[in-house]
């Protein structure tokens, strides 16, 4: 029986008196049975040991399967909505399933740490692996999501090397199932593709981790379109838009007049009652482009706009259709019962300017610039697909190379090539960067292969590419291992800190976590002189140390620079599961792999907290507000 229970449970005196209890027992009816072994102090292991004890319980354990299922509910509670009530299952089979999936995706979460620490981060490499490896078990998908999660949402200062790495996974897991999906919307008929339901799936890839779906999307259009509904009673209690009602096919407004009052109500809904609106002044941050993220802040781009203007158009019985103009993407209105090749036959409508009404030669007012007929014409929801996709993936090369801007052009990059796989430009932009961030270099020649077979005329930046990859490969099978770095050794007697410490910069105040330093500035002279080192008191000639800073910056700073925090706290840094394994209120533990580089820091950590605050509490303070160091630099 499970340790929680034996306290509680009285010894018996006598051989007889148990064989007496045991037969009482046993003669309850099964329902009673059933009800005292779902108790809620009993788990998986209770039960198994009660159902070995007689024929009798172990009927009782297994018979009806409510014993087992039970089990299950209580365990893994959000597992349930996949379950149907008026079916029957072996709910045994589903515990023993489950928990094998369990057990298996936290070794293979744990192993990730040993063999990937030395690697510079990157979600590619680290789960091309992994993913392989939970794909061998052979279970379903939705469990090794569930446990991933279940992961994630322990205690937020324990585990963080594990919830490092099972974030990546989960993260890549999601992923390669909106792929699968974005794969069969594409195969579908082109009238079949509805804008939203590809936006969404753009939206759900770059942002795998958020929490919304095509359903939730709607149910806010729907929202949406109540309001206009319910704008246009008012106008005209006649409209046959008010005729359909949510789940019924939409009734097509013929008339003009009718249509007019459409999209009059919508403007008046969508930008003067709700507020949406083109961000100018932002209009390159990504949020723009995501539908989850415009609803929520109702601001956005003119294409992202432009999906959500006629897919409620479409809701409330107007056809309208995408416009791939230059620079402002637009939707456009047939003034004509039936479709003309006559760009004047046509009103132009400007999400991002409130829905405001425009002629052809308007447009080119709109981007000052001439354009073609062939620029009013309409596109089909895959060329709608990569205008969207195009301006997240400039937005990515942007970026200026941060990590984000990277993840941004790689996830980009993946949708664009799923659309238009064939696309030389993209592949050898994607060669490129795998290479320039040092992942996956079997997938880089896989990709120049590729690039070869359809225009053999790249054949010098090809050629130029697989070379340098087949070196990294090679030399990282011949990587050496990391630097152990003694505290004892003479050459870090000057090294008055370690890995885990919670420091503050004395000059910029922002606050960090050590996890790692050098005996003396290992930088080059260029940086050097860059971050004007020589100015300080020590110069370079004194030890240094790696930080991770609250503002999700990684940082090199003088140890003259830094002092220990007077009131530790948590550092919200994505990288921190990397080098630690728990945060205890004072400082972080170091995981196995960053105490394999520093095996003498643990010890001179716990020494200095226990110096540092033995006057304080366990509890310490609250997180103090970051600020961006000048002196330092981001690597």
């Known amino acids: 029986m499970a340790s929680s229970c034996s306290e509680n449970r009285v010894p018996v005196a006598s051989s007889a008196a148990a064989e007496n209890l045991a037969k009482k027992l046993t003669d309850l009816p099964t329902e009673l049975l059933e009800y005292i072994l779902c108790f809620p102090t009993l788990d998986h292991i209770d039960i198994s040991n009660v159902s070995c004890c007689c024929k009798r319980l172990h009927e009782v354990c297994h018979g009806s399967g409510k014993v087992w299922g039970h089990q299950y509910k209580l365990r893994w509670p959000r597992l349930q909505r996949l379950y149907r009530s008026n079916e029957s299952y072996d709910w045994q089979q589903e515990f023993r399933t489950r928990l094998r999936v369990c057990l298996q995706i936290q070794r293979t979460v744990l192993s990730i740490s040993k063999r990937f620490f030395a690697e510079v981060p990157c979600v590619g490499q680290v789960l091309g692996d992994s993913f392989t490896e939970i794909e061998s078990l052979g279970a379903p998908e939705h469990f090794c999501e569930d446990e991933l999660l279940s992961i994630l949402n322990s205690d937020r200062r324990k585990s963080l090397t594990l919830k490092y790495y099972a974030k990546k996974i989960l993260y890549f897991l999601r992923q390669q199932n909106i792929l699968r999906s974005l794969k069969g919307f594409l195969e579908r008929p082109p009238e079949q593709q509805e804008a939203l339901e590809g936006a969404v799936l753009v939206d759900q890839y770059c942002n795998p981790l958020a929490d919304f779906t095509l359903e939730s999307i709607s149910a806010q259009l729907e929202d949406i379109r109540e309001k206009v509904k319910k704008y246009l009673r008012v106008k005209n209690p006649s409209h046959p838009s008010l005729r359909s009602a949510q789940g019924e096919c939409v009734v097509v407004v013929r ?124 596109i089909s929801t895959t060329e709608l697909l990569l205008r969207m996709v195009g301006n997240l993936l400039n937005i990515g090369k942007r970026g200026e190379g941060s990590e984000k801007s990277y993840q941004l052009l790689r996830d980009s990059l993946d949708l664009y090539l799923t659309i238009d796989p064939d696309n030389v430009q993209y592949l050898l932009l994607q060669a490129r960067l795998y290479f320039h961030l040092g992942i996956w270099p079997e997938k880089v020649l896989d990709i120049l292969q590729h690039i070869q077979a359809l225009d053999p005329s790249q054949h ?65 002279p260029e940086w050097i002189a860059t971050m004007r080192v020589h100015q300080l008191t020590h110069g370079s000639n004194q030890p240094f140390y790696n930080v991770l800073v609250q503002d999700g910056t990684c940082r090199y700073g003088a140890q003259e620079n830094l002092e220990p925090h007077s009131a530790p706290l948590e550092i919200s840094h994505p990288e921190v599961g990397r080098y630690f394994s728990d945060f205890s209120n004072t400082h972080y533990l170091a995981n196995e792999e960053l105490q394999r580089h520093y095996p003498e820091d643990t010890a001179e950590t716990q020494r200095a907290v226990e110096e540092l605050y033995r006057s304080q509490g366990s509890d310490s303070g609250h997180a103090a507000s970051s600020k961006p160091d000048p002196d330092s630099t981001e690597h």
């Open 255 to 378: 008339e003009f007049e009718l249509q007019r009052q459409v999209l009059s109500a919508l403007n008046a809904v969508l930008y003067e009652q709700l507020q949406f609106k083109g961000n100018e002044c932002d209009y390159y941050n990504p949020m723009n482009s995501y539908t989850h993220q415009v609803l929520l802040r109702r601001t956005g781009i003119p294409i992202s706009l432009s999906v959500l203007y006629m897919t409620l158009a479409r809701k409330l019985g107007v056809v309208l259709e995408p416009v791939n103009f230059p620079n402002h993407f637009l939707l456009r209105w047939c003034q004509r019962r039936a479709s003309s090749g006559d760009i004047y036959d046509y009103v132009y409508i400007d999400a991002f300017g409130k829905g405001k009404q425009l002629t052809a030669k308007e447009c080119e007012y709109l981007i000052r610039q001439q354009v073609t007929a062939d620029y009013y014409s309409s």
């Open 460 to 524: 010098g930046a090809v050629g130029y590419l697989v070379q340098h990859t087949l070196e990294h490969i090679q030399d990282k099978r011949h990587a050496l291992e990391p630097e152990v770095k003694r505290r004892s050794a003479p050459e870090h007697s000057q090294v008055q800190y370690s890995v885990g410490l919670i420091m503050k910069h004395k000059r910029s105040g922002y606050n960090c976590v050590i996890y790692g330093w050098d005996p003396k500035c290992s930088m080059s």
